[in-house]
């Protein structure tokens, strides 16, 4: 059985496969310019109401599961999602360009990520159980029994990405921490890898089966973003949103959620530069190999990342970086980029750096006419007082291209940090001998992004309880939360109090004894 | 000294009394419709800008203050508002007619407030420390070492209401809990008491020096919510706000935020009407005590509370609890609203009430034409159908009226609650006969509501761990969150890791060897 052949181009609406009707889109190899079968059916409005009612009526039979039962759901999807395999692998290569061996990555990293959550939600904690004692000879009023837990907001809308066709979409952390959470789940698949969505979302589909619960727990639609997407985010039983994608894609999802008689969140992750800082003991001791493993996390994935370093400020002599790097850029061929319209976008935005006024091309990398839509690796320096008087050096190019900032001294670099918008990352480099400016530096950059990190390189999110993936807008829209890691869970929860309930009619894990076993706090500390 | 001298009109900006140039307020006493001394400047865009501007230098330090500084400032505050004893409660009742057993009860509740977000900092588990354990050996790629706190959004915006003039005012509970946090706070002042939110400003401005902190910490304006109000949120460096008030209020502030170049969350607690369902059960055997406690908790300060209990649903036999509850009413003397303002909207709200075809008078509370703003109780009843026909029987009365509903059966019942807007409170009243019902309704409660009652009335808000002062839209622009509790903390800060950093760089809480002594997680478990 190859891919194509299990593969039917409907949507899958609760158990049933639904054909859209609003038109077709079908995947695209961007390495070959190949349409792939099959034709996907996009849906509309009616189909998001389907999907949403199914979801509704799933809610209350969902979130009353239990922790093991609902842990063990999870455990089947990443299990059917790895026994894909080869097949899920090649449908990917194919849609994506992505070459295989980070597909697998990708893969194992999904599936690490839905055990993670299945093992939070079997600990229990995320619940945020607080018990406060009660007093009844309090005067001059009775102190009541309350008692606090966390329950899902509903059913929860997720936006794939384009660029982690695993990872950010059908069964990626939006939905793996939804589902966690007890929130059914309904996914708008990324039309660059309709095939890949299929797949996953048949995976998870046959978990919902497998575990015999309500069909609308779990819902995949094809569709434009403007429309579908649209009436997606408005349809007052959709409780909130998860996006990972461009600016005006957030941007527009969170102003249709707040135009809603009931607005609802928006968790959209959406624009970061990812800004390296490269100190004078670094650059002096170890210039040429900063540059080297520079260009290896610029180039990765044809530099479309989320956390791709676009911007570098070097503070001090930069000679020895700047040739290496050059030199890796150089060397790094020509790469297909995830579509044809990202390709053409990063073209037009390297092409801004060319023509920019103060700012000098260090390199370029292969191109290569065998691929269609083929990314073309840049490198380009310029200094910090050109870069303060032009804002638009700061946007993302999304792509292997990045600009080398030459800075005068600390008190220039305080100026352009001052200026930039917030970021999902802010990386720096130094020696023993720098320390004392990190330490002035760090309460800026934790203002400035999610993630601060001392050395390596920012492309690498690794999923687990300390991560944070987001920051300040634009990174993302709601900057309180992440969509990486443990802690993303929060996002889908509210809390609830309880006052004066007998305990035998309590949640479970409210009720006295800690029948369920997990933490709670009483009185404000650890039970 | 009595506390009209000790008053000067003046903003406090800082360490500075600045006198306000954009119009004039006088706090007014509403049982006399006296004009009280002194008259207060308004403030302008300016004055916004100073305050902000203030805060924002102060942030740095601020927000590096030890838990142990930052938790003993906030039991200055507290003692120092305790100090201003009944200079401070006349001044209270002046301003708005609330009585001063109530007011004193405010009082204790504002200190006690301050005093446990005290001990919340103190604790440090509301820095939500996370590490995970690295590994350098793992293949193919190391696990980085990262370590997760949370820190301070930054200067934060707080909007006194006008029902409660300490406990969600100057030094409430968005106040308290955002100095716990560690963000500097620029309250706008309720006009309705401006000399109430002096004195309290002036004890958290000496609490500042006392501990020699940066003026910028607290700042107290006096203006129109319309200007200054909207200025204060589209100020670039205030990073989140708290709003206690009503509907239109808060959404115009949401609005604000959302259209900044960079949106920040509002924390609006809007509007609420309170169900409170009476099994069959409880109507029974304790129809008559039900309708006599209900009517105190209705006339609780002329009504004024945002968890007063608008709406009753009646599953069963009403008539003893409509007797009792009527006899009551009519035994309920006039009392002082809190503004003119407020009196006529409530006059307003129950002439609807009054006209609404299928709605009948059970019986109204005393008037008093000594008052100036008198407000009087009034109850009203009807039947499901005609609840269910009338959307609008659902508004506010901001006030001490409300609408018992007489529901036929269970299924009526669900309906009715499927139409409720999110509440702040649910309250439903049960003997063991009822217990079925309850466990059926308590998946459409929890939904509904921030708060669930078993018994009791929802008007005493408890300040402990376990409380939720919050719920779903419109009670709350957002509902993951509450405003009243040591949970309120989280609404002002934000997650931030640290990948690789050497211990001695990091934070104090992050450090090896967990030097602080504060609750943290590690690899997800308890430290």
Same mark, same amino acid.
């Given at each position: 059985m190859t891919a194509t052949l299990a593969l @039917?181009?409907?949507?899958?609406?609760g158990a049933s496969d639904v054909r859209g009707s609003g038109g077709e889109v079908r995947g695209v190899?961007? $390495?070959?310019g190949e349409a792939l079968e099959p034709v996907y059916g996009l849906g509309d409005e009616s189909d998001v109401d389907t999907a949403v009612s199914l979801a509704w009526q799933a809610f209350p039979a969902y979130r009353a599961t239990t922790l093991a039962a609902r842990s063990a759901f999870l455990g089947t999807v990443a299990d059917n999602i790895d026994a894909l395999g080869d097949t899920l692998v090649s449908r990917v290569v194919a849609e994506t360009g992505i070459p295989a061996p980070r597909v697998r990555m990708e893969l194992g990293r999904t599936t690490n990520q839905l055990r993670l959550f299945a093992s939070v939600v079997a600990d229990g904690r995320f619940l945020g159980a607080r018990l406060d004692t009660p007093d009844?000879?309090? @005067?001059p009023l009775p102190k009541p029994d309350l008692r606090q837990r966390k329950i899902p907001l509903g059913p929860v809308a997720v936006f794939s990405a384009s660029?982690?066709?695993?990872a950010f979409s059908v069964a990626g952390g939006d939905t793996a921490s939804a589902l966690a959470a007890g929130a059914p789940v309904v996914v708008k698949a990324h039309s660059a890898h309709p095939g890949t969505s299929e797949l996953v979302g048949r995976a998870i589909r046959a978990a919902v089966a497998e575990h015999n619960l309500p069909e609308g727990v779990f819902s995949l639609l094809f569709g434009d973003g403007r429309t579908l997407g649209t009436a997606l985010v408005r349809h007052p039983r959709i409780a909130a949103v998860g996006f990972t994608g461009s600016r005006s894609g957030g941007l527009a999802l969170v102003a249709a959620a707040q135009s809603r008689p009931a607005p609802i969140p928006v968790y959209a992750e959406m624009s970061s530069v990812n800004p390296v800082i490269l100190l004078p003991g670094a650059l002096a001791s170890s210039g040429a190999s900063l540059g080297t493993a520079f260009v290896t996390s610029l180039t990765t994935s044809a530099g479309q990342l989320c956390t791709n370093p676009g911007l570098v400020f070097a503070l001090g002599d930069p000679t020895d970086f700047l040739a290496a790097a050059g030199e890796a850029v150089r060397a790094a061929p020509g790469a297909a980029m995830l579509t044809a319209t990202i390709q053409q976008s990063y073209v037009a935005g390297v092409s801004r750096l060319v023509d920019a006024a103060g700012v000098d091309e260090v390199a370029l990398g292969g191109a290569d006419d065998t691929i269609a839509a083929c990314g073309q690796a840049g490198l380009f320096v310029t200094d910090g007082d050109t870069f303060l008087a032009e804002p $638009?050096?700061?946007?993302?190019?999304?792509?292997a291209a990045s600009l080398v900032v030459r800075v005068r001294d600390v008190a220039q670099l305080d100026e352009i940090l001052s200026t930039l918008e917030g970021q999902l990352t802010a990386t720096v480099h130094a020696d023993e001998t720098d320390h004392g400016t990190v330490t002035e530096l760090l309460p800026t950059l934790e203002l400035l992004a999610g993630r601060v990190l001392y050395g390596g390189w920012p492309t690498g999110v690794e999923v687990g309880h300390a991560v944070v993936h987001g920051g300040p807008f634009p990174a993302t829209s709601?900057? *309180? @939360?992440? *969509?990486?890691? @443990?802690? $993303?869970?929060?996002?889908?929860l509210r809390p609830v109090a309880y006052q004066n309930l007998p305990s035998a009619l309590l949640p479970a894990e409210l009720r006295d004894g800690n029948p369920l076993d997990i933490p709670r706090l009483r009185d404000g500390a650890a039970e």
């Open positions: @039917t181009g409907s949507m899958l609406i190899n961007p $390495a070959t009844p000879d309090r @005067t660029n982690f066709p695993l $638009a050096l700061q946007q993302e190019v999304f792509g709601t900057p *309180s @939360t992440t *969509s990486v890691g @443990t802690l $993303a869970i929060e996002r889908w």
